[in-house]
């Protein structure tokens, strides 16, 4: 949505300072040594929806709550499957038009899932260049 003030420039009414993407599943496996691919974090599909499974984390992390911005309270829930998913969360022309229709100007992106964690992997040569 763009506001222009009385001299033309660009007027700001709502930045969101904590949105986040969501990562692609294959963001680690597809760029890490084939020998490693096992072992960093990487997208599944489980029975209750997509999780991402990671060395030394004891459970799947769900990703449900961090992708409901935009969704109605009743279609929030942990679990779900990716193409259930609102595609703004990884496609920058779908994600403009969500912030237009929300109404907000900016936003300062963070990572989701495992982009914002450390995970414990029992691999030096995985962490270590």
């Known amino acids: 949505m763009q506001h222009q003030n009385g001299n033309g420039k660009r007027a700001y009414r709502l930045i969101s300072a904590d ?5 692609p599943g294959d963001l ?7 020998k490693f691919r096992d072992r960093v974090p990487r997208m599944e599909r489980l029975e209750n929806g997509d999780a991402w499974i990671m060395e030394g984390v004891p459970r799947p992390i769900a990703f449900g709550f961090t992708v409901c911005a935009g969704n109605k309270p009743e279609d929030m829930r942990d679990w779900m499957f990716t193409e259930e998913m609102r595609a703004g969360g990884w496609d920058p022309k779908v994600r403009c038009q969500e912030l237009d229709q929300d109404g907000v100007d900016a936003e300062v992106l963070f ?3 495992p982009g914002r964690r450390w995970w414990p992997t029992r691999t030096p040569s995985c962490t270590t260049p």
């Open 28 to 34: 680690w496996t597809s760029r890490v040594d084939p």
């Open 19 to 23: 949105s986040h993407v969501t990562e």
């Open 111 to 113: 990572p989701t899932g």
